[in-house]
Every structure is written in structure tokens, then in C-alpha cells.
């Protein structure tokens, strides 16, 4: 007896412990963030916008590993959205202040804040309707898209030796950086579809012509990084408004922002257990009313019965 208790500890024990491969690139992608908060602290812009990337890299692969060796876990998951907040909403919003919105004052530092403020709802409307959301598309612009787009203008300006402020004044330059910002943190919390890329089978075989694009699109990529993918992440930011038009035959302020009715992600439980409800009282009537037709026929069957021994007996 004293055996087994001594093993059924040492399980609990290790069933305490958390998984160290897919939170150590978690780990990683933190420390990118927050090396990229550091790097724009001294004017190391090229540097903090490159750090963002990486950390978009090892976001990408914690969750595939962590699929991959099945070790996902609660604590993963949440690890992984405290490490985004801090990589992909911070970090973007304060590199982005040094760079260009310091010389505007108060709009300067409004327009960080919608950028965190609205990563940090957007990561919270995610995590709450995973279970019920499309995997084909994401609701709103996924937050390190944003940061890409935050991130890979810094990337380019530096690059291209653009200065947005010159002797503590702000010009176009910090205008346009203000409101890129800012319409990058609304069109997170926004209701626009956007493709998620999760239906793409990795596994499947594909031609020869798929890999020889995929070749050309790392050199492209390789010419000109910041540019390329600043390009590519603002195209994509401008996909999700064009296909949410195209689906819908009329435009609703419930396609743009708010909450539909299927998505209040503060009543899902009720309204489960209000459906659960409905689906047993529904079944409850079923049933009576079946038996209340399984009685009526066998009242008639009896009725019938007696009318013929009556019969038989005249």
C-alpha cells in the first residue's frame, strides 16, 4: 500500500510540471519583444522592428510544436497570450512612440495606447470563442499581423533614413505613422474577415510549380525585407474589410464592429445551457406526445375490439 501511494504521488508530481519545448519558444518570442522595447529605447530601430519578426517566428512555431509533440496545456495557452500582449502589443506601441509619435504629444501616445489597448481585447475576444469561431478566418486582424505592419513601417523608415521628427517637431511623416497606428489597433477589435490559412493542407503533396513560388517568394523576400514585407502585411490588413464587402449583400455597422448575436462571448455559457434547456423540454414534449398517441391508439384499438363482440354477441 505505501508503494502505490509513494507512485501515485510521484505521478501527481509530474503531472505538476509544465512541457519545455513549446514554452521555451514562447520564451524566446518574449524576449524578442522586449529586446525590441530596449533596442528602440536607444534609437536602434532597424534592430527592435527586425526582433518583432523574430518574435512572429517563434509565435508561429510554439503552437505547431506543441500540437506536433502533443504537449499542449493550459498553461501554455496562457503563457503564450501574456507573451503576445508584451511582443506584439507593447512592444510595436513603444518602438513606434520612440520612432515617430513622440513629437505629437498627447496624439502620440492616444495612438500607442488604442494599438495595446485594442491587442489586448483582441487577444481576449480569441481566446474566449475558440471553440465556436470559423477556422477558416479570424475575427478582426490578428494582433502579430498588426505588429507586422507597426513593425515593418519603423523597418522602412530607418531603413530608408526617414525621420519623422526633426528638433522635437513632428512633420507628415508622424501624421501618417499616427494613423496607420491607430487604424491597425481598430482593425483588430473590428468584425472583418480575414483569412486564417488553417484550411492549407501542409501535409498534402503539391507540384513542382507550387515550390519553385515558394523559392522565388524568399528571394523577393531576401531583396528587400522591410519593404516586401511591410507590402505584404498592409496588403493583407486591406483584405479584410474587401472580402467582408463582398460577402455580405448589404454592409451593417455589425459587420464592421460590435458583438452579433452569436458572438457575446460573456453569455456563451448561458445561452448553451438555455439551448440544452430548450432541447430537453422539446424532447420532454416528444415523448409525451408520442405516448400520448401510443394511449389514443390503444383506446381506439380497444373501442374497436369492443364493437366487435358486441356485434358477435347480436
Known amino acids: 500500500m505505501a508503494n502505490d501511494t509513494d507512485k501515485g504521488a ?5 503531472r505538476r510540471g509544465i512541457y519545455l519545448l513549446p514554452n521555451l519558444l514562447t520564451t524566446a518570442g518574449l524576449f524578442s519583444g522586449f529586446y525590441a522595447i530596449v533596442a528602440s529605447m536607444n534609437d536602434r530601430y532597424a534592430e527592435a522592428a527586425v526582433a518583432i519578426f523574430i518574435a512572429m517566428i517563434f509565435d508561429g512555431l510554439d ?5 506536433i509533440t502533443n504537449t499542449e496545456s493550459d498553461f501554455g495557452a496562457e ?4 507573451a503576445d500582449i508584451v511582443s506584439f502589443g507593447m512592444a510595436p506601441a513603444l518602438v513606434v512612440y520612440n520612432w515617430g ?3 505629437l504629444g498627447n496624439l502620440g501616445w492616444l495612438a500607442s495606447f488604442i494599438f495595446v489597448a485594442g491587442g489586448a481585447l483582441r487577444l481576449a475576444r480569441f481566446n474566449t470563442n475558440l471553440g465556436v469561431a470559423d477556422k477558416r478566418f479570424f475575427q478582426g486582424l490578428a494582433i502579430p499581423s498588426a505588429a507586422a505592419i ?3 513601417m519603423v523597418w522602412v523608415g530607418s531603413k530608408y533614413g526617414v525621420t519623422p521628427v526633426a528638433d522635437g517637431e513632428a512633420g507628415f511623416v508622424s501624421y501618417m505613422a499616427a494613423l496607420i497606428t491607430i487604424c491597425a489597433g481598430l482593425l483588430m477589435v473590428s468584425n472583418f474577415r480575414y483569412h486564417s490559412f488553417k484550411d492549407i493542407d501542409w501535409r498534402g503533396k503539391v507540384s513542382f510549380l507550387v515550390i519553385l513560388a ?3 517568394a524568399f528571394v523577393v523576400v531576401a531583396t528587400e525585407p522591410s519593404l516586401v514585407l511591410f507590402s505584404i502585411f498592409f496588403l493583407y490588413a486591406l483584405s479584410g474589410p474587401i472580402l467582408t464587402i463582398k460577402s455580405v449583400n448589404k454592409l451593417e455597422l455589425k459587420h464592421v464592429l460590435g458583438d452579433t448575436d452569436d458572438d457575446d462571448a460573456d453569455f456563451a455559457p448561458a445561452r448553451a445551457d438555455q439551448q440544452q434547456d430548450s432541447s430537453k423540454s422539446e424532447h420532454e414534449t416528444t415523448q409525451h406526445q408520442t405516448a400520448a398517441e401510443k394511449s389514443s391508439a390503444e383506446n381506439t384499438n380497444s373501442d374497436i375490439a369492443s364493437d366487435k363482440q358486441e356485434s358477435r354477441k347480436e
Do not use: E, F, Q, T
Open 150 to 152: 507597426v513593425g515593418g
Open 79 to 82: 503563457y503564450d497570450s501574456m
Open 10 to 14: 510521484n505521478a501527481n508530481a509530474k
Open 101 to 103: 509619435l513622440s513629437g
Open 63 to 67: 503552437g505547431r510544436v506543441a500540437r
Open 214 to 216: 515558394i523559392v522565388l
